[in-house]
């Protein structure tokens, strides 16, 4: 039996020695053969090879279905002409032959368009000749996820904070026994609104600006410098409150 030895600065068993032993007893096993695949290296298994021939066969009878083309609406097609290079006088290329470049962006979307375009060309005249309408008829409704109830709660919950608001904002026209009508509000709120602006600079409103103080069609020199206002008694001549001792030989008369 081979001794283990303790490593004093560690204070622990040293595992150098117990692997060595191992590696020795691998290659004992290894020389007598007694090591098998898979024993200590597990070994992936061969995918097996599913040959469906019924499910195949199933495809293929797919494929080879001869349906018209309004079932199928494909079509294999070359862009349309560059109307651009057209115009500019360039040579056009042979159908299939472009070269377009995968980095470069716009010359890609281009080549998506015209690609559309030129299958919308094929396509409608093949859409005429099987009787199937292009265009939306104008009374036509679209059928909507959502069912009809569904429908009739959003719009009663609608018109609920409709009527809230009028009733809130006074919006909600002529009411019964009411002389408050919409287009009286109307009429107020365009006055309010030429006179003090639209929610604008509140304070110093009512300061004189200067259109104001040169404006001198209300001045009265009279009411300026004293000479107009009311006058009693007679001749123009005001009541004077007689003094105190006056009114103390008045007493005293009496």
């Known amino acids: ?4 030895d303790e490593d004093p600065q560690m204070g622990f ?26 024993l200590n290296v597990p070994l992936l298994e061969p995918k097996k090879a599913i040959n469906n021939v019924e499910g195949l ?33 360039r040579a056009q290329q042979p159908e299939g032959s472009e070269d377009v470049s995968a980095e470069d962006d716009f010359q890609r979307e281009m080549y998506f368009y015209r690609q559309a375009q030129a299958t919308v060309l094929a396509a409608l005249p093949k ?7 292009t265009k939306r008829p104008e009374d036509y409704f679209a059928e909507m996820a959502k069912t009809d109830q569904h429908m009739q709660k959003v719009r009663k919950s609608h018109d609920g904070q409709k009527k809230y608001k009028d009733k809130k904002f ?3 026209g002529k009411k019964k026994g009411s002389k ?3 287009k009286d509000f109307f009429v107020v ?16 409103s009512k ?14 020199a009279r009411m300026a410098h004293g000479k107009g206002g009311k006058q009693f008694g007679k001749g123009g001549k005001t009541n004077k409150r007689p003094g105190k001792e006056t009114r103390k030989k008045m007493k005293a008369r009496k």
């Open 189 to 204: 709120k365009k006055y309010k609104d030429k006179k003090f602006g639209f929610g604008g600079k509140k304070k110093g």
């Open 180 to 182: 408050w009508n919409t």
């Open 170 to 172: 006074g919006f909600g």
């Open 1 to 4: 039996m081979v001794e283990i």
């Open 207 to 220: 300061w004189n600006t200067k259109d104001s103080h040169d404006d001198v069609s209300g001045f009265k």
């Open 57 to 89: 066969r199933k495809c293929l009878a797919e494929f080879k279905r001869n349906l018209p083309w309004a079932e199928r609406l494909d079509l294999t097609n070359y862009p349309a002409v560059d109307i651009v290079a057209k115009a500019e006088g």
């Open 13 to 38: 068993e040293s595992e150098e020695d117990d692997d060595e032993l191992s590696d020795g007893e691998l290659q004992e096993a290894f020389a007598k053969g007694l090591l098998k695949p898979g």
């Open 127 to 133: 859409l005429h000749k099987f009787k199937i309408p």
